[in-house]
């Protein structure tokens, strides 16, 4: 364990209790300590006003968290020390109860400042630190400042996303429980009764490796449960090989083309409840056992939450980590969570191969190739799909992106982590209707009731792009009509 930075209190000229760090400087001033916590936050006043989430390094004794939090009492504040034993010596010497802050140490920032910076509700965000603190700490703050800036700009990607996709999500885990009640046990996939049967999982990606890593497939079928993604289903099928899984979690319309022309007879269909919806309708019309599960969106949270207060029941969606919300990464999940020790990738190249981005055979080569003409040509069409964003030169031949690498860096360290994850059980069917669940929601929203707020966040990022008057009362607004909506699509269905 590391030293605290701190070795005890002091008491300045004005009677005050000040922190003395182990070098036998205080943090504020030994003569004033107050005048100093004023001073901070007059110093930094122009950007407190300004976010509606404040991260500040150094917490002593609170004597500047408490003016912070009595200035903005509606404002998050998180405020973090250098380690586990400065933080416990901290809390033992506030100046006042200061139960409105989030108190933590730098090694959790990670964990901490994602799950209380909520852009959508939040804002805008600042970060100041005690100008002796960081002194102290001197040898540390780059680190510091360059963790802090990579959490942030990991935060900022997933709200884009939210702002891209959070109506779309929030429609179709509301359309995909409707799905879920016309099954129930009819087509649920039986997760408690699974047996790997001594093989290893092979995760399909749809990078251009698979054109040649795909005869080895082939040739050793039987040793592997094969897990395919939803992009790769299409060339799967076309070397004659049906898929044990399929795993989808994108929401958009366009992800339906995976699987034109396409029986799903033989496989199980893995979804996402975020899902594109018409996949999912899709698969209960073929009879294909249907998995649904959740990647911890807040609605989802909250459907688990209440089956287990007002239904007294677990949820039979269980949760599977999609990483930076790749659908591979989805598949490797479910596998362990399947009790597959194992995992062979195929496809999974993270990166553009000889001028492909994709394997042959997805939807893309036939839409692409279908419609060329002299001057737009299928390599011409692939070119526009690469050339999304700026390369990166990995070789003469093989190029990627920054999402890309993102994509990658967020697998490689769930791998890093080893197998260490028991095999999950989840509640068998139940005769439980999430029409419920709906119902119960749709009365929550109309009542602006706070417990439900959580489960509106990513659509609360896409109502503040589209929408000028954002505020919390329109979304729920917007949000009461959407559910409303899939109500009134409900009953249409029950009456044809």
């Known amino acids: 364990m590391s030293e605290c930075?701190?070795?005890?209190?002091?008491?300045?000229?004005?009677?005050?209790?000040v922190p003395v760090f182990q070098n036998?400087?205080?943090?504020?001033?030994?003569?004033?300590?107050e005048r100093d916590a004023e001073?901070?936050?007059?110093?930094?006043?122009e950007a407190f006003d300004t976010a509606g989430c404040i991260l500040v390094g150094g917490i002593g004794n609170?004597?500047?968290?408490?003016?912070l939090s009595e200035q903005y009492p509606e404002k998050q504040i998180i405020a973090f020390e250098a380690d586990e034993v400065s933080l416990a010596f901290s809390k033992a010497n506030l100046v006042c109860p200061l139960e409105s802050v989030v108190m933590t140490e730098i090694s959790q920032l990670n964990y901490i400042l994602p799950a209380n910076y909520l852009p959508a509700l939040h804002g805008n965000f600042a970060f100041a630190s005690i100008r002796s603190w960081s002194d102290n700490l001197k040898d540390r703050m780059d680190t510091i400042l360059s963790m802090i800036n990579g959490v942030i700009s990991t935060i900022s990607a997933d709200y884009s996303v939210q702002a891209q996709f959070g109506k779309l999500w929030h429609r179709n885990i509301l359309v995909n429980l409707k799905h879920y009640d016309a099954i129930q046990d009819k087509q649920t996939f039986?997760?408690?009764?699974?047996?790997?049967?001594?093989?290893?999982?092979?995760?399909?990606?749809?990078g251009p490796s698979l054109d040649e890593s795909i005869l080895t497939l082939i040739e050793h079928r039987k040793e592997f449960c094969v897990f395919s993604t939803d992009t790769a289903f299409g060339t799967l099928k076309a070397a004659g090989i049906t898929p044990d899984f399929i795993v989808t979690v994108d929401s958009q319309s366009i992800s339906e083309q995976h699987f034109i022309g396409h029986n799903l007879k033989g496989t199980v269909l893995a979804a996402d409840l975020t899902a594109n919806s018409s996949i999912i309708r899709k698969a209960i019309n073929q009879n294909c056992p249907l998995l649904l599960f959740h990647n911890n969106h807040p609605l989802s949270l909250l459907i688990d939450e209440w089956l287990s207060s007002v239904k007294h029941t677990e949820s039979p969606f269980p949760s599977i980590d999609s990483g930076a919300g790749t659908v591979l990464h989805a598949a490797v999940d479910l596998s362990r969570k399947?009790?597959?020790?194992?995992?062979?990738?195929?496809?999974?190249?993270?990166?553009?191969?000889?001028?492909?981005?994709?394997?042959?055979?997805?939807?893309?080569?036939?839409?692409f190739f279908a419609c060329e003409k002299r001057t737009a040509n299928g390599e011409t069409a692939y070119n526009k799909v690469m050339f999304r964003s700026p390369l990166i030169s990995l070789s003469s031949d093989i190029y990627t992106t920054e999402v890309l690498k993102r994509y990658q860096k967020a697998l490689e360290s769930y791998l890093d982590n080893g197998y260490n994850q028991?095999?999950?059980t989840i509640a068998p069917p139940h005769p439980?209707?999430?029409?419920?669940?709906?119902?119960?929601?749709?009365?929550?929203?109309?009542?602006?009731?706070?417990?439900v707020l959580f489960s509106l966040l990513p659509l609360f990022a896409w109502y503040k792009k589209n929408f000028l008057n954002a505020d919390t009362e329109s979304v729920y607004a917007f949000a009461e009509q959407n559910t409303a909506d899939v109500g009134r699509i409900q009953c249409h269905q029950r009456k044809k």
């Open 422 to 424: 028991n095999k999950i």
């Open 190 to 206: 039986d997760f408690n009764g699974f047996e790997t049967g001594g093989r290893k999982a092979a995760i399909i990606g749809a």
């Open 5 to 17: 930075i701190y070795k005890g209190m002091q008491i300045a000229k004005n009677g005050s209790a």
């Open 39 to 45: 001073s901070f936050f007059s110093a930094h006043k």
């Open 338 to 367: 399947l009790d597959f020790q194992e995992q062979v990738f195929f496809g999974a190249d993270f990166s553009y191969i000889n001028g492909k981005p994709y394997t042959k055979g997805t939807y893309l080569e036939q839409q």
């Open 432 to 451: 439980v209707k999430m029409a419920d669940f709906t119902s119960w929601y749709l009365e929550k929203l109309q009542k602006k009731d706070k417990k």
């Open 24 to 33: 036998g400087r205080t943090l504020f001033s030994a003569y004033n300590p």
């Open 62 to 67: 609170g004597l500047h968290l408490k003016i």
